[in-house]
């Protein structure tokens, strides 16, 4: 009995130390802010992080169980800040959105706030077998419709994972393109069309 209420003891002590992990530290956010000055479009408010970005700055607290249950309420936070497109069409352009995704320019300091942003999406995945030049911390997303259909459910799975990855990983590497405005919605209407459009090289 004294064994199981030792151990049910570490747990809670356990428990509140990883609380106590997700307070603000006051030092750490002073050293951020002195550390970074704003320059062009790129401000100060950059470093200020929202729940979920406090919520993935401290993997201890985001891998323990309070931390699981804490991952699903932002989840589904960030599911609700998800918009359909207002005109009802989740495709465009497949030749703009293969642009989009060559594309890192825009919001950086040496941009101007009239430089279109790309999606940098050959950063982290191979989309089109014919580059050679891709990253792979996200999945290969050659094929992408052509492997998974083009359900409607597959279609609005991608324009909410476009939108903002963390409304299904709350710890997502992938940006939150439309909740931080890093691409219109036309933008992601032709990112949608290199993925999903039968014709898209990405489908052959």
């Not at 530290?25 to 408010?45: H, V």
């Not at 890192?104 to 089109?128: L, V």
Request: charged share 20%; proline share 4%.
């Amino acid at each position: 009995m004294k064994f199981f209420l030792s151990i049910l003891l570490a747990l809670l002590w356990s428990s509140t130390t990883v609380y106590a992990q997700q307070k603000q530290d006051s030092q750490f956010n002073r050293m951020m802010k002195d550390s970074f000055r704003s320059q062009g479009i790129a401000g100060l408010d950059r470093i200020v992080q929202d729940a979920t970005q406090r919520f993935c700055s401290d993997p201890k607290f985001a891998s323990s169980p309070a931390g699981l249950k804490k991952a699903e309420e932002l989840q589904k936070l960030n599911m609700a800040t998800i918009a359909p497109p207002s005109d009802g069409q989740y495709l465009g352009d497949w030749k703009n959105g293969e642009a989009i995704a060559q594309s890192g320019r825009g919001d950086t300091w040496s941009d101007s706030a009239s430089t279109p942003n790309g999606g940098g999406c050959y950063n982290c995945h191979q989309i089109n077998q014919k580059e050679i030049a891709y990253g792979n911390i996200g999945p290969s997303l050659w094929n992408y419709g052509k492997n998974r259909g083009y359900s409607q459910e597959v279609v609005s799975y991608t324009w909410n994972r476009i939108s903002n990855s963390k409304a299904y990983n709350a710890c997502s590497n992938m940006p939150r393109f439309a909740h931080f405005k890093i691409l219109d919605q036309k933008q992601i209407q032709d990112l949608m069309a290199l993925l999903l459009d039968p014709a898209s090289p990405v489908n052959q």
